[in-house]
């Protein structure tokens, strides 16, 4: 019972330093905050629809982006992932990367460190 108790304590503490001094290293959508991306909309030059603007407007760097386009009953049509987001670097998906927006449509993303957060169309 002692050693369950050891590795219990072992263990939440090297969580909790995880989560404090290197949230880099979680996997995406496990954090404290709210993953800081700016997401806006503006007209495909080429193709049809909305082009998605994706920002991080933070002075941090992100770690392990994901993107996931849903349509309106939550299956995944597309996904993105960056390893590596440095800040104030922006990414557009649109018709020409093969991502169509349409109604209904949700937009989630999530970041090490930080927990997932969706836009819907």
Not at 38 to 59: D, K, L, W, Y
Request: net charge neutral.
């Amino acid at each position: 019972m002692k050693a369950v108790s050891i590795f219990l304590a072992v263990f939440f503490a090297i969580a909790l330093s995880v989560l404090i001094f290197a949230p880099e290293r979680l996997p995406p959508g496990i954090g404290v905050t709210a993953t800081a991306i700016e997401v806006s909309e503006r007209p495909s030059f080429f193709g049809q629809g909305q082009v998605v603007v994706f920002r991080n407007p933070t002075a941090k760097t992100l770690h392990n982006v994901k993107i996931i386009l849903l349509d309106s009953v939550g299956n995944v049509v597309k996904g993105d992932q960056r390893e590596i987001w440095a800040p104030g670097k922006y990414m557009e998906l649109g018709w020409l990367e093969g991502w169509h927006i349409s109604e209904g449509a949700t937009i989630r993303i999530s970041a090490s460190g930080h927990y997932p957060q969706s836009w819907q169309y």
